[in-house]
């Protein structure tokens, strides 16, 4: 179902043929197994395999090593056609290519030349660790440590929230290292991310390194998300991304600033979806002799819908653009990140007002978005934290002068 809404100006042809080519694939791979799948708990190893072959996983990775080398905006309007289908597909990409823009950003040449092929090609796939138990939007206030030892660094400590967390073959690792820089050193310049390589699966993955197992979640099903627990893990020094102590948090943050923008389309997709589902319905379901897509009350609902579905769009589109321009983009990041996933929350829960008491039903697709979309809401920054980074930027914006 195609219509006016969330189209994109200026694409160039390649662009239009990558996300007609996505679009195809999700209508015709994803969204006729999402909700089993989903009611399953199950990974979508076959879809996974065909984002494969299509290059997804190295869409944003350079061309010198293997990848389609596409910009943030391309990726972004990926992530919302794959997130119409199914959300939790949109996120086993997201993750890996967080990690692949971190080394591309930060890493050495020889971590590059070592993993940015093997992601480009999808066979060493990427998670990236941040939260603990104990706190969520505090990164600061991190635990977790590495020690040096020799040419080794002996990581300690739990981690939480990872997506990814069994599937994945590398783990970009946010620690605490204190060697090298003084105490009363402001925490987070003395953060470290290590590139830890693992196997997939559960249970010891490698030596000093547990993945307990996946958490059960009210949605976001199919997609594993787990605890990693660090009891003595041994890294070389030249895991250290970009070889120096001292950077993890400013990687962290670039990192999860380019997540941002994916969450946004993330909702975007989702809200869209939910939009076709209740305005297809509306048209379907009569009531009092005629359509309920006639009543005025249920045409201003999709209005207001599509309204959202719009609006959330363009920002979304803003922000990765600001981004591909070489400008900073937190402030268009954190806006379009906020609207989106609000935005998807309340469209999606117009689309099940819409479908009635059907939209309680786990045989109809509305059941699983109106699950799905809550997690937006915390993922990349709670909605809290996008308007403290928005306020702090709009005070730096236009601070009064003398």
């Known amino acids: 179902m195609s219509g006016r809404l969330a189209q994109t100006e200026g694409l160039t042809d390649i662009q239009r043929e990558i996300l007609a080519t996505v679009r195809d694939f999700v209508d015709k791979e994803i969204l006729p197994v999402a909700t089993e799948l989903e009611h399953r708990d199950e990974y979508p190893t076959r879809i996974v395999e065909g984002l494969k072959e299509l290059g997804v996983f190295g869409l944003m990775i350079p061309e010198e090593y293997g990848g389609l080398g596409e910009s943030l905006l391309t990726y972004a309007l990926t992530v919302e ?5 199914w959300m939790s597909v949109s996120g086993i990409i997201n993750t890996h290519f967080i990690v692949a823009y971190m080394l591309k950003q930060h890493g050495t040449q020889e971590q590059k030349d070592y993993f940015l092929p093997k992601m480009a090609a999808g066979e060493v796939r990427g998670a990236f660790s941040m939260s603990e138990p104990a706190l969520g939007s505090d990164v600061s206030a991190i635990t977790s440590k590495g020690v040096r030892d020799g ?4 990581l300690t400590g739990q981690k939480m929230w990872l997506t990814n967390g069994g599937s994945s073959t590398l783990v970009a690792v946010l620690c605490r290292t204190d060697e090298g820089h003084p105490e009363g050193t402001a925490p987070h310049k003395s953060m470290t991310t290590f590139l830890v390589e693992k196997e997939p699966g559960f249970g010891t993955v490698r030596p000093g390194l547990t993945i307990p197992g996946k958490i059960d979640k009210m949605g976001y099903k199919g997609v594993d998300t787990t605890e990693l627990i660090m009891d003595g893990l041994r890294i070389p020094a030249d895991r250290v991304l970009g070889g120096k102590t001292g950077r993890g948090f400013y990687h962290m943050m670039d990192g999860v600033e380019v997540g941002r923008v994916n969450v946004a389309a993330r909702g975007c997709g989702v809200a869209q979806r939910a939009f076709e589902l209740g305005i297809s319905y509306a048209q379907q379901r009569q009531t009092f002799g005629k359509p309920i897509a006639q ?24 922000a990765a653009r600001k981004k591909d321009s070489g400008q900073r983009n937190d402030l268009e ?10 935005y998807c929350k309340e469209v999606v829960e117009d689309a099940f007002r ?9 045989e109809y697709e509305i059941e699983r978005l109106y699950r799905e979309a809550p997690m937006l809401l915390i993922g990349e920054g709670t909605a809290e934290i996008q308007k403290m980074i928005i306020g702090r930027r709009l005070l730096e914006e236009y601070r009064i002068q003398g």
């Open 295 to 318: 009543h005025q009350a249920i045409q201003f609902k999709l209005a207001e819908m599509a309204t959202k579905v719009e609006a959330a769009h363009a920002m979304m589109v803003n």
């Open 354 to 362: 819409i479908h009635g008491g059907y939209g309680f039903s786990k």
């Open 81 to 85: 056609e794959i997130a119409r289908g």
């Open 151 to 154: 040419d080794e660094y002996v």
């Open 333 to 342: 990041a954190g806006m379009a990140k906020y609207l989106a996933s609000e």
